[in-house]
Protein backbone atom coordinates (compact mmCIF):
# COMPACT_ATOMS: atom_id res chain seq x y z
CA UNK A 1 0.00 0.00 0.00
CA UNK A 2 0.82 3.92 -0.54
CA UNK A 3 -0.12 5.64 2.28
CA UNK A 4 -0.38 9.53 3.11
CA UNK A 5 -0.20 10.93 7.14
CA UNK A 6 -1.43 14.21 7.80
CA UNK A 7 0.12 15.13 11.31
CA UNK A 8 2.72 13.02 11.50
CA UNK A 9 4.53 15.44 13.79
CA UNK A 10 2.04 14.99 16.45
CA UNK A 11 1.84 12.28 19.34
CA UNK A 12 -0.60 10.14 17.40
CA UNK A 13 0.82 11.43 13.86
CA UNK A 14 4.04 9.60 15.20
CA UNK A 15 2.56 6.37 16.00
CA UNK A 16 0.68 5.98 13.17
CA UNK A 17 4.00 6.53 11.43
CA UNK A 18 5.73 4.08 13.57
CA UNK A 19 3.59 1.42 12.79
CA UNK A 20 3.33 2.06 9.10
CA UNK A 21 7.27 2.13 8.50
CA UNK A 22 7.23 -1.15 10.73
CA UNK A 23 4.61 -2.56 8.60
CA UNK A 24 5.82 -4.83 5.61
CA UNK A 25 2.99 -4.41 2.91
CA UNK A 26 3.52 -0.39 3.08
CA UNK A 27 5.55 0.38 -0.05
CA UNK A 28 5.37 4.65 0.33
CA UNK A 29 4.63 6.56 3.16
CA UNK A 30 4.15 10.53 2.66
CA UNK A 31 3.93 12.48 5.00
CA UNK A 32 2.54 16.38 4.73
CA UNK A 33 2.75 19.44 6.81
CA UNK A 34 4.22 22.19 6.84
CA UNK A 35 7.35 21.72 8.53
CA UNK A 36 9.89 19.17 7.11
CA UNK A 37 9.97 15.87 8.53
CA UNK A 38 12.74 14.39 9.57
CA UNK A 39 12.65 10.75 9.01
CA UNK A 40 15.58 8.37 7.37
CA UNK A 41 13.33 5.66 5.87
CA UNK A 42 14.14 4.69 1.78
CA UNK A 43 10.02 4.53 1.90
CA UNK A 44 8.91 7.78 3.47
CA UNK A 45 8.75 10.63 0.99
CA UNK A 46 7.78 14.43 2.70
CA UNK A 47 5.50 17.19 1.20
CA UNK A 48 6.02 20.27 2.83
CA UNK A 49 3.17 22.90 2.39
CA UNK A 50 3.21 26.29 4.03
CA UNK A 51 0.01 26.93 2.96
CA UNK A 52 -2.61 23.74 4.07
CA UNK A 53 -5.80 25.18 2.65
CA UNK A 54 -4.13 25.22 -0.70
CA UNK A 55 -3.57 22.00 -2.78
CA UNK A 56 -3.42 23.11 -6.59
CA UNK A 57 -0.38 22.35 -8.64
CA UNK A 58 -0.33 18.77 -6.54
CA UNK A 59 -1.67 16.46 -8.76
CA UNK A 60 1.14 14.50 -9.67
CA UNK A 61 2.60 14.38 -5.84
CA UNK A 62 -1.07 13.64 -3.75
CA UNK A 63 -2.29 10.88 -6.75
CA UNK A 64 -2.25 6.96 -6.54
CA UNK A 65 -2.04 6.04 -3.03
CA UNK A 66 -4.54 3.81 -1.17
CA UNK A 67 -4.83 5.61 2.48
CA UNK A 68 -5.11 8.70 3.93
CA UNK A 69 -4.08 8.56 7.87
CA UNK A 70 -5.58 12.25 9.24
CA UNK A 71 -4.03 13.06 12.68
CA UNK A 72 -3.68 16.89 12.26
CA UNK A 73 -5.69 18.56 15.28
CA UNK A 74 -5.73 21.59 17.12
CA UNK A 75 -6.35 22.00 20.28
CA UNK A 76 -9.66 24.37 20.84
CA UNK A 77 -8.50 25.80 23.84
CA UNK A 78 -8.30 30.08 24.20
CA UNK A 79 -10.05 30.10 20.33
CA UNK A 80 -13.19 31.20 19.16
CA UNK A 81 -15.52 28.72 17.47
CA UNK A 82 -14.76 30.86 13.73
CA UNK A 83 -11.06 30.12 14.36
CA UNK A 84 -11.60 26.60 15.73
CA UNK A 85 -13.35 25.59 12.28
CA UNK A 86 -10.74 27.24 10.20
CA UNK A 87 -7.96 25.27 11.72
CA UNK A 88 -9.73 22.19 12.18
CA UNK A 89 -13.24 21.93 9.73
CA UNK A 90 -11.85 23.63 6.24
CA UNK A 91 -8.26 22.50 6.62
CA UNK A 92 -9.82 19.03 6.86
CA UNK A 93 -12.20 19.32 4.17
CA UNK A 94 -9.51 21.30 2.11
CA UNK A 95 -7.06 18.34 2.13
CA UNK A 96 -9.65 15.91 1.71
CA UNK A 97 -11.66 17.37 -0.65
CA UNK A 98 -8.21 17.26 -2.94
CA UNK A 99 -7.70 14.14 -1.96
CA UNK A 100 -11.12 12.11 -2.83
CA UNK A 101 -10.75 14.26 -6.47
CA UNK A 102 -7.25 12.28 -7.27
CA UNK A 103 -7.70 9.23 -5.47
CA UNK A 104 -11.20 7.97 -5.26
CA UNK A 105 -10.56 4.62 -4.34
CA UNK A 106 -8.96 5.71 -1.20
CA UNK A 107 -9.44 4.58 2.34
CA UNK A 108 -9.52 7.95 4.67
CA UNK A 109 -8.94 7.81 8.08
CA UNK A 110 -9.53 10.78 10.38
CA UNK A 111 -8.57 11.47 14.24
CA UNK A 112 -11.90 13.15 15.91
CA UNK A 113 -12.51 12.72 19.15
CA UNK A 114 -14.60 10.75 21.92
CA UNK A 115 -17.57 13.25 22.75
CA UNK A 116 -17.86 14.51 19.04
CA UNK A 117 -21.58 15.77 18.65
CA UNK A 118 -22.77 14.72 15.03
CA UNK A 119 -25.60 16.49 15.70
CA UNK A 120 -23.75 19.37 15.04
CA UNK A 121 -26.44 21.41 17.79
CA UNK A 122 -24.46 20.49 21.55
CA UNK A 123 -23.33 23.00 23.86
CA UNK A 124 -19.52 22.31 23.22
CA UNK A 125 -17.61 23.91 20.73
CA UNK A 126 -15.26 21.73 19.89
CA UNK A 127 -17.59 18.89 20.05
CA UNK A 128 -19.85 21.00 17.29
CA UNK A 129 -17.17 21.73 14.82
CA UNK A 130 -15.50 17.73 14.78
CA UNK A 131 -19.17 16.58 14.66
CA UNK A 132 -19.75 19.04 11.20
CA UNK A 133 -16.40 17.65 9.55
CA UNK A 134 -17.49 14.10 10.50
CA UNK A 135 -20.82 14.38 8.21
CA UNK A 136 -18.80 16.63 5.83
CA UNK A 137 -16.27 13.65 5.17
CA UNK A 138 -19.06 10.96 5.04
CA UNK A 139 -20.60 12.58 2.28
CA UNK A 140 -16.98 12.69 0.08
CA UNK A 141 -16.64 10.55 -2.71
CA UNK A 142 -14.23 8.02 -0.72
CA UNK A 143 -14.00 4.13 -1.45
CA UNK A 144 -14.73 3.91 2.77
CA UNK A 145 -14.02 6.80 5.43
CA UNK A 146 -13.87 5.42 8.77
CA UNK A 147 -13.57 8.06 11.84
CA UNK A 148 -11.19 7.27 14.63
CA UNK A 149 -12.81 8.88 18.26
CA UNK A 150 -10.32 8.74 21.10
CA UNK A 151 -10.48 9.35 24.44
CA UNK A 152 -7.16 9.04 26.48
CA UNK A 153 -4.60 7.72 24.58
CA UNK A 154 -0.70 6.61 26.51
CA UNK A 155 2.05 7.56 24.26
CA UNK A 156 4.46 5.19 23.20
CA UNK A 157 7.68 4.42 21.38
CA UNK A 158 8.73 8.04 22.16
CA UNK A 159 5.48 10.08 20.72
CA UNK A 160 5.13 12.84 22.24
CA UNK A 161 2.10 15.62 22.21
CA UNK A 162 3.30 19.35 20.17
CA UNK A 163 0.89 20.76 22.76
CA UNK A 164 2.47 21.72 25.81
CA UNK A 165 -0.35 21.39 28.23
CA UNK A 166 -1.05 18.00 26.95
CA UNK A 167 2.58 17.49 27.37
CA UNK A 168 2.25 17.82 31.10
CA UNK A 169 -0.48 16.37 31.39
CA UNK A 170 0.80 13.02 30.02
CA UNK A 171 4.48 13.85 32.25
CA UNK A 172 1.77 13.30 35.59
CA UNK A 173 -0.26 10.69 34.37
CA UNK A 174 2.96 8.43 33.05
CA UNK A 175 2.67 6.45 36.13
CA UNK A 176 -0.82 5.61 36.17
CA UNK A 177 -2.16 5.29 32.26
CA UNK A 178 -0.71 1.64 32.26
CA UNK A 179 -2.89 0.97 35.21
CA UNK A 180 -5.77 2.44 33.33
CA UNK A 181 -5.37 0.83 30.38
CA UNK A 182 -4.80 -3.04 32.14
CA UNK A 183 -8.13 -1.77 34.46
CA UNK A 184 -10.11 -0.11 31.58
CA UNK A 185 -9.07 -1.52 28.42
CA UNK A 186 -12.05 -0.23 26.19
CA UNK A 187 -11.24 3.40 27.46
CA UNK A 188 -7.47 3.90 27.12
CA UNK A 189 -6.01 3.39 23.45
CA UNK A 190 -1.76 3.58 23.10
CA UNK A 191 -0.61 5.31 19.99
CA UNK A 192 0.73 1.92 19.11
CA UNK A 193 -2.92 0.20 18.84
CA UNK A 194 -4.53 3.25 16.98
CA UNK A 195 -1.59 2.89 14.27
CA UNK A 196 -2.05 -0.67 13.93
CA UNK A 197 -6.19 -0.25 13.87
CA UNK A 198 -5.62 2.49 11.42
CA UNK A 199 -3.67 -0.46 9.16
CA UNK A 200 -6.31 -2.85 9.93
CA UNK A 201 -9.24 -0.32 8.60
CA UNK A 202 -7.06 0.25 5.14
CA UNK A 203 -6.26 -3.20 4.39
CA UNK A 204 -9.72 -4.93 5.00
CA UNK A 205 -11.88 -2.04 6.47
CA UNK A 206 -13.70 -2.08 9.48
CA UNK A 207 -17.54 -3.19 10.92
CA UNK A 208 -18.35 0.28 10.51
CA UNK A 209 -17.90 3.90 9.69
CA UNK A 210 -17.10 5.72 13.47
CA UNK A 211 -15.04 3.64 16.03
CA UNK A 212 -15.11 4.48 19.65
CA UNK A 213 -12.18 4.00 21.68
CA UNK A 214 -13.47 0.10 22.56
CA UNK A 215 -14.06 -0.43 18.40
CA UNK A 216 -10.35 0.97 17.84
CA UNK A 217 -8.61 -1.63 20.32
CA UNK A 218 -10.68 -4.33 19.27
CA UNK A 219 -9.88 -3.69 15.70
CA UNK A 220 -6.20 -2.97 16.58
CA UNK A 221 -6.17 -6.66 17.95
CA UNK A 222 -7.21 -7.98 14.43
CA UNK A 223 -4.04 -6.80 12.80
Given at each position: ???I ?20 D ?9 S ?51 L ?30 S ?79 M?V ?23
Amino acid sequence: MKVIIFGASGMVGQGVLRECLLAGDIEQVLTVGRSPGTGRDSRLHDLTLPDMMNYAGLDAQLQGFDACFFCLGVSSSGLTEAAYSQLSYELTMAAAQALARLNPQMTFIYVSGAGTDSTEQGPVMWARVKGRTENALLRLPFKAIYLFRPGVIQPLHGARSKTASYRLFYMLARPVLPLFRALLPNLVLTTESIGRAMLVAARKGAPKAVLEAADINALARTG
